[in-house]
């Protein structure tokens, strides 16, 4: 004969076990859910800053050539050059340094989520 017992017990704990499966699911869900809503923000910040950057570089270049066509010495488009481009050098680091520490905030919060 069959181990009905076996069986019964087997049936009793089905439910159990399907609520922790389901619960489970329900987590990793909530995670993957989180990761993604996180990824999407950082990423939007990421590129405002950029446009913001953007923005700013391209006013700077455009001053840059408004003084550059009011130049009448040699002297002073060299000054002027050389200023322009130790200051945009300077701005671009600061630049390049905000947006990998951006990137950087983001990296721990994706490697932290677990799934599953």
């Known amino acids: 004969m069959t181990d009905m017992g076996g069986v019964r017990k087997t049936r009793e704990k089905a439910p159990a076990a399907a609520e922790g499966a389901g ?10 859910t989180d990761l993604i809503r996180n990824a999407l923000q950082a990423t939007q910040d990421y590129n405002a800053k950029v446009l913001e950057f953007a923005v700013a570089n391209a006013n700077a270049n455009f001053e840059y050539l408004s003084k550059l066509s009011r130049t009448k010495a040699p002297s002073d488009f060299i000054e002027l050059t050389t200023r322009h481009m130790r200051e945009q050098s300077d701005v671009l680091s600061r630049q390049a340094k905000e947006l ?3 990137a950087q905030k983001f990296l721990p919060k994706a490697n932290d989520v677990k799934v599953g």
């Open 23 to 32: 619960a489970q699911m329900a987590a990793a869900t909530q995670g993957a």
């Open 100 to 102: 990998s520490e951006m």
